[in-house]
């Protein structure tokens, strides 16, 4: 239908429409008829057009006119309207909100002066103008002395917000000459005032959100006065959901500047948002500069580069000397990029401020550190946590340069003092984080992280470290510490064991090195602790991977020297407890090579020790741990012996123990595992007594205990290790009490988990002993129900990975003895064949 | 960071120098398209910005802002809307293709634009008709893509299009009522 000339005929006649009904649109009644038939004659069709158009015009209601995309907010207003009794003036200025008019109202016939401000916005729907009343009334209530009252506020005719404020004839705070001409001390005083004014207004529980100079009146006589408290959060508040995230946005883009880095990708402002530009405002009023390069950025792009960049220190700037070392840490404080490692409070930023003034310690300084690290591992993101591992690197790194500075320098007491000052803090971040870390779940992949770049500077200091005794010692200890991050078994691991393995052997040459050196017995015995406890990281390791022999060579050292130590002093109490996990530790080595009777001498031992060091000291709850394991040992090797009911006794103690612990410590990830790993030890052994519903109802309880831990994160493989096995030795007592349906569904989901943990850590034995063990046991159940093809199967798959583990040299006794059990079956099942 | 051109090329195209506009339009859609990318990379919904930050962004980026009147942002706003018209539009599209399986990645535009998703049908209908009301005025076509795609006012329509105020209401009024017809009609027959 559209050829060229016939669109040129639709587009006249279509203009010709447009005339007619621009304007029957303001006519009714007879004078549209009259139109009508004036303009259209005879032409009805034409006629037809205009009135279905006019029809159209009726219904369209709003139609179209919520834009799709608003990008000016609305129409224009302006000076000279009478908005409600106001009548508005002049323009006072203009935000990304909207404007602000020096307005009039007469109040007994008086004109007086408010502050009237449009709020630009897109349509309110009926339940955001509930909650802009709400809000509204929340401000009318909040007077300070520091804060520009609200007067009133409403709905403008084409539905835009308005509120109305006392008007202050004061300057804003970037414009005014006031706070130049002060010396710092006073603008301090300033900044507490508006500090105060902030703090109070948090206290009613109305956050600022666009805290910034222009939004700071300085009045003459140097007062201040806050504008726009809670605007921004009205706005938000006013806005559906979609409305608030364009809000939150077109207002940052037009400051940016002195916004929190969260409400520049759109978040809400909250309290710790007013300390960000609180200390934007600190900033300002010390040098005048911005604390890093804002030139003509986005918000993403400012975002992205607050992120990145630290906020170079005031003093920095500054043309006189006063703005030094606290300034520089509260301003830094405050302006973390992250709201939880800033100022908790206005207050707390604003005491920092008083105790700067009054020449008290800050607690920015001392503490910042410390705080900051427990907030990044609470926060538990990987990122931050590399953010940490930077840090840690940057000031191993500083401290290498110091020290390097060092030799070249003449001033070498200073160098040397500084030098040990980093050090420290290096080997504090590496504990406090890595500490922090191992109390909580699904940080592992965080530790991974802090430890990769950790070693990197280690090994770099270690090659300038030769000749240092002090310094190679504290390099054994980050190494050791790096060793422990991803897997020493027994902690937290995510099955890095090799690499483990690599740091503490690390730490055991340079121990060792240092050992050989001269020096005063106290500070050998010191060393040859050191020494001790990395030979039994080591032992713990080789363990894992399956080398018994070179496990026990290791425990045994560790055993030999910590012996010698309290034999030199029989009433030390770290000294028992190391001979008492010495004697454990190589306790479990022999159970793995088959030399039980060594075992049962060896764990009896260790659980008098146990006994002693409790009852020497009941409060302390590594002792009652080490004393529940002791049971726990003591329990199997019995169960080994066939000794049950003694062995029962041990587990039953060994569960009072840690049922006492974890109710001290609800929620805490390592106590709920310890009960987890207490009640699956029960259970197992009630199964091999004969007890097949105690165990159900133990092993159900353990697998209800760890479940969450394995869920919160698939990495950590400690715990998911342990789901594992709760429902393997829960899916045998089943199997024993008859339900072997169940049983063998459970035990397949099982044998999955398994291989994937396997899988992930081929370096561990175990891991794959375990596989074998759920195969073996899908083998019994098997048998059970007799089907005997399938159990043939099974038994020959674990058979296949026990002989591979054989091969590797990586067997151990338990796997031998299963090995020939499982022949026995095989046998058994060849026998019935025909 | 900003581009000096753009800016330039906003006050030859205010003054009249209509080839300006040639010029000025790849960069601001090149811009635009770089940016959406880059909204749409931001996989989290909390990072989501919408389609006005989008433009925002990309103005501040592209004009120097201490050189330029109302007039020019206006004019810069003109251009963005016949690429957030597309944009808007594409996506509509991209959610229904998505429906009929597949387009993860149209799915992922609705975050990043934050159009609410009731609204794609009407988006897409009423670009057809915006397209059959082009053929027969395109100006008036362009108003209420105008007024409608970013929200440009009145007057600030009429300084893009260099009309006077009162042919941008006249139309505005007579393009709705068209277009309300239109979308009407279609629906009754569909």
């Known amino acids: ?834 | 960071m900003y581009s000096p051109d753009v800016t330039q090329l906003l006050h030859q195209w205010s003054s009249g120098n209509r080839n300006a506009l040639d010029n000025l339009t790849p960069v601001v859609y090149d811009e635009l398209r770089r940016l959406a990318a880059i909204y749409l990379s931001r996989e989290r919904s909390d990072h989501t910005l919408q389609a006005t930050a989008l433009v925002h962004e990309a103005y501040m980026k592209l004009v120097d802002q201490k050189n330029v009147r109302w007039q020019n942002r206006a004019h810069f706003f003109g251009i963005a809307a016949q690429m957030i018209r597309r944009i808007l539009v594409d996506h509509a599209r991209g959610v229904r293709a998505a429906k009929r399986g597949g387009g993860a990645m149209a799915l992922s535009l609705d975050e990043a634009l934050g159009v609410s998703e009731k609204r794609d049908l009407e988006i897409e209908a009423l670009d057809d008709a915006l397209e059959a009301l082009a053929k027969i005025d395109p100006q008036q076509a362009r108003v209420v893509e105008m007024r409608f795609f970013t929200g440009l006012s009145i007057e600030e329509t009429a300084e893009v299009l260099g009309i006077s105020d009162s042919t941008v209401k006249r139309d505005w009024v007579s393009a709705k009522a068209w277009l309300f017809r239109e979308l009407s009609r279609r629906k009754s027959d569909a």
């Open chain 1, 1 to 834: 239908m559209t050829g060229p000339t016939e669109q040129a005929e639709h587009a006249a006649r279509w203009q010709r429409v447009k005339q007619i009904l621009d304007r029957a649109l303001n006519l009714t009644g007879d004078d549209l008829t009259a139109h009508l038939d004036a303009e259209c004659g005879s032409d009805t069709a034409l006629r037809e057009e205009v009135l279905s158009l006019l029809d159209a015009n009726d219904d369209a209601g709003t139609f179209l006119e919520d834009a799709a995309v608003d990008i000016t907010k609305g129409p224009a207003a302006g000076a000279g309207r009478r908005i409600g009794p106001y009548q508005l003036q002049s323009l006072l200025g203009q935000g990304g909100m909207g404007e602000v008019y020096l307005s009039t109202r007469e109040v007994d016939g008086y004109p007086m002066q408010v502050a009237l401000k449009l709020i630009r916005h897109s349509a309110m729907t009926p339940r955001s103008l509930r909650r802009f009343r709400l809000e509204r009334q929340i401000l009318a209530r909040l007077h300070h002395s520091g804060i520009t009252s609200l007067l009133d506020g409403g709905i403008t005719d084409e539905g835009v917000p308005f509120l109305v404020t006392e008007f202050v004839d004061g300057t804003a705070l970037d414009k005014s000459p006031v706070p130049e001409s002060m010396p710092l001390a006073q603008r301090l005083e300033m900044f507490l005032a508006i500090c105060d004014a902030v703090s109070f207004a948090h206290r009613h529980l109305v956050v600022h959100g666009d805290l910034k100079p222009g939004n700071i009146l300085v009045t003459a006589d140097g007062k201040i006065k806050l504008l726009d408290f809670g605007i921004s959060r009205l706005m938000h508040s006013s806005g559906d959901t979609t409305e608030q995230r364009t809000g939150g946005t077109t207002q940052l883009a037009m400051t940016p500047a002195w916004t929190s880095p969260e409400q520049l990708i759109g978040q809400q402002a909250v309290t710790a948002s007013d300390v960000y530009s609180l200390g934007r405002v600190l900033y300002f009023l010390l040098c005048r500069q911005s604390p890093i390069p804002i030139e003509r950025m986005t918000p993403i792009q400012l975002h992205d580069a607050l992120k990145e960049t630290s906020p170079r220190p005031p003093s920095s700037w500054a043309d006189d000397g006063d703005v030094e070392g606290d300034l520089d840490n509260i301003a830094a404080t405050a302006l973390e990029f992250e709201p939880a490692d800033r100022y908790p409070s206005v207050d707390a930023l604003a005491e920092d401020i008083r105790a700067h003034l009054t020449s008290r310690p800050i607690s920015a300084r001392p503490h910042t550190r410390r705080y900051r690290l427990q907030k990044f591992v609470r926060r538990n993101r990987a990122g931050v946590i590399g953010a940490a591992a930077v840090l840690l690197a940057l000031v191993i790194g500083l401290g290498l340069a110091v020290w390097q500075a060092r030799i070249a320098q003449r001033n070498y007491e200073r160098a040397e003092r500084r030098f040990q000052e980093l050090r420290r803090l290096a080997s504090n971040l590496i504990s406090e984080t890595d500490d922090a870390l191992a109390r909580l779940p699904g940080a592992t992949p965080a530790r991974a992280a802090l430890v990769r770049s950790s070693l990197e500077y280690l090994d770099g200091l270690a090659d300038e470290a030769k000749g240092d005794p002090r310094l190679r010692e504290e390099l054994a200890n980050a190494y050791e510490k790096t060793g422990d991050v991803p897997g020493r078994p027994g902690t937290l691991n995510l099955g890095q064991i090799t690499e483990a393995l690599q740091s503490y052997r690390k730490a055991e040459s340079i121990r060792r090195a240092v050992l050989a050196a001269p020096a005063p017995e106290t500070e050998r015995d010191r060393r040859e602790e050191a020494l001790a406890n990395t030979l039994m990281r080591i032992g713990s390791i080789l363990r894992a991977t399956g080398d018994a022999q070179a496990a026990l060579d290791a425990d045994r050292g560790a055993l030999e020297m910590r012996r010698k130590l309290l034999d030199r002093s029989p009433n030390s109490v770290p000294r028992l407890r190391n001979v008492a996990s010495s004697l454990t530790a190589a306790s479990t080595t022999l159970s793995t090579m088959g030399a039980f009777r060594g075992v049962l001498e060896l764990r009896g031992e260790a659980l008098r020790v146990y006994e002693q060091l409790v009852k020497a000291n009941p409060s302390s709850e590594e002792d009652r741990q080490g004393l529940a394991l002791a049971h726990v040992r003591m329990g199997s090797i019995l169960v080994h012996e066939k000794e049950y009911a003694d062995a029962l006794k041990h587990y039953h103690q060994q569960l009072a123990i840690q049922k006492q612990l974890r109710s001290a410590h609800p929620g805490q990830a390592q106590f709920e595992i310890a009960l987890s790993q207490s009640y699956l030890h029960l259970g197992n052994a009630q199964r091999i007594a004969g007890d097949a519903k105690g165990a159900v109802q133990s092993l159900a309880e353990s697998q209800r205990i760890i479940e969450p831990f394995a869920a919160a994160d698939p990495n950590e493989v400690r715990s998911r290790t342990l789901l594992a096995t709760a429902k393997h030795r829960l899916a045998q007592a089943r199997a024993a009490l008859g339900q072997t349906d169940e049983a063998s569904r459970a035990l397949r989901s099982v044998l999955e988990e398994r291989l994937l943990l396997a899988e992930r850590n081929p370096a561990n034995a175990g891991a794959r002993g375990e596989v074998a063990e759920t195969l073996s046991a899908l083998g019994d159940v098997a048998m059970k129900v007799k089907r005997h093809e399938d159990a043939g199967r099974y038994y020959q798959g674990a058979l296949d990975i026990f002989v591979e583990l054989k091969k590797e040299g990586r067997s151990n006794f338990a796997n031998e003895e299963e090995v020939q059990r499982i022949n026995r079956q095989l046998a058994a099942i060849a026998k019935r064949k025909p």
